[in-house]
């Protein structure tokens, strides 16, 4: 089967907090940043999903671990959930799209995390 190398979609909500709490602790500037940019920021955001990263807005995401991708029941949603770095700091990522093609994502996402770990 072919594997895209790029994944590109918007996502209706994304969250991001500091993840493990033994992590490196976030000073204020990046907490401001992400919540203007992602967090409570109304708009879609953009993500591109790539072999080893994922690009949230201007934030890229690496060290990825811990990937989950669903739909939830009774939702027409498709979400991520997974642990990150960017930079030398250590997140937990929630990226969930709502669009009409969220099952299509989700196909794509689960393609991407299957040959991420090989």
Known sequence: MLVESEIQYLADKVHV???????????????RNLDDLINKNPHKKKILVSEESVQIEDYTF????????????????????????????????????????????????????KNLKN
């Open 62 to 113: 690496n060290s990825l671990k811990k990937i989950g991708i669903s739909v939830p029941f009774f939702k027409d949603e498709c979400t991520m959930i997974l642990e990150a770095n960017f930079g030398e700091l250590s997140a937990h990522v929630h990226i969930t799209t709502r669009s009409s093609d969220f099952l299509d994502t989700f196909n794509r996402l689960i393609l991407w995390r």
């Open 17 to 31: 907090h500091r993840w493990p709490q033994d992590s490196l602790p976030w000073d204020d500037s990046t907490k």
